[in-house]
């Protein structure tokens, strides 16, 4: 089985400040995650992925993630929020080597205040 | 660079009718999904294609069938459409689907059953 969880619904963090979007995932074997950002009336982009080596990601647009297996984390950070970040963000997990597809978090609404 | 098109955008429907949602990628990815996304609910997969003549059933698909027409086309069919239908319904494809390769999603289709 696999699973993801993202604990809020809504975040809201003040411009320049520093972000944390949360995500915790439950799988069977060693997980392959992913980041997703959604903009209004828009698709999802990747924004960045973990499948091995480093714990820390970096990806687009200044996001990072840090992959921890103890805590079965993988939180979305960005060291000085934007008011462009402002979308809704979407946590991914799979299992490699499985055939099971991709399964996707609830989503968190992230909001920077200007 | 077009990525993922589908059509329509938007469609209004009354209960029992039928449509077919379109979708296509210029991507030559080997592998297409559809995903409906409700409030609080993140995406749910309905059915998937790993590659050009297979299709398989994901977490919900009762209700839709799904036809592969080529490498390129995915399209999605809803028979007789009811009101827990309304949702927005989202393509994606990607190179592999048991790889670690991002998905690539289209704008959405915005449908509404009365």
């Not at chain 1, 959604?38 to 480093?54: A, H, V």
């Not at chain 2, 609080?40 to 036809?67: C, F, H």
């Amino acid at each position: 089985a696999q699973s993801v969880a993202q604990p809020e619904d809504q975040v809201n963090v003040a411009e320049g400040n520093p972000l944390t979007v949360k995500c915790t995932y439950s799988v069977s074997g060693n997980p392959y995650l992913f980041w997703y950002v959604q903009y209004p009336n828009r698709g999802l982009q990747f924004l960045l992925k973990y499948i091995t080596g480093d714990n820390l990601v970096k990806g687009s647009y200044g996001f990072e993630a840090e992959f921890n297996k103890s805590q079965t984390s993988f939180h979305l950070k960005k060291p000085s929020a934007l008011v462009s970040d402002s979308a809704l963000y979407f946590c991914a997990v799979r299992v490699s080597g499985s055939a099971r597809q991709l399964t996707f978090g609830s989503g968190t609404q992230l909001t920077v205040l200007p | 660079n077009a990525g993922v098109t589908q059509t329509p955008k938007f469609q209004v429907l009354k209960t029992g009718q039928s449509m077919t949602l379109q979708c296509a990628q210029d991507m030559n990815h080997n592998s297409m999904y559809w995903y409906r996304q409700d409030p609080g609910m993140g995406l749910r997969l309905i059915y998937y294609s790993a590659s050009e003549g297979t299709t398989d059933k994901g977490e919900v698909p009762n209700g839709y069938n799904v036809s592969r027409l080529n490498k390129r086309e995915f399209s999605l069919r809803l028979e007789s459409a009811a009101p827990s239908q309304t949702s927005v319904y989202f393509c994606a494809s990607s190179e592999e689907g048991v790889s670690n390769q991002p998905q690539h999603f289209g704008d959405g289709t915005r449908l509404s059953i009365l």
